[in-house]
């Protein structure tokens, strides 16, 4: 089993949970399209594994429209995907699989840990 979960969005680095839970849990931090940590996420290594987009994310809403959300929830489904994508490219790969290769990331400061999820460079790691 791969578990993902948001780091939080009080722009600290605090041990938040349930991504702080345990190490076999991956906090997701969220980052700006500029690739800046977003102002509200939180950060540190002790709780973030990668960061992923979490701002303006567009996402179905009620009634057939959509609507765009900011926040750490936003970005951890992309990291979510990611795992499910590097399964898919090798079944067998668990946890520690999952973790190694999106932790090939593009590097943006200490406190996002292994930087911004990079797909092709994750996917590619382990193929």
Known sequence: MICVASAGN???????????????VMGVASTSNQDQRSSFSNYGQDLVWVAAPGE??????????????????????????????????????NQLTAAQALAHAKYISSALNNGRIDLYQAVSSVQ
Do not use: C, M, N
């Not at 722009?11 to 076999?24: F, G, I």
């Open 10 to 24: 009080d722009s600290q680095d605090e041990k938040a949970y349930p991504a702080a839970y345990t190490t076999l």
């Open 56 to 93: 303006g994310i567009i996402s179905a809403y009620p009634y057939g429209t959509y609507a765009a959300g900011w926040g750490t929830s936003f970005s951890a489904p992309f990291v979510s995907g990611g795992a499910a994508l590097i399964r898919s490219v090798v079944p067998s790969a």
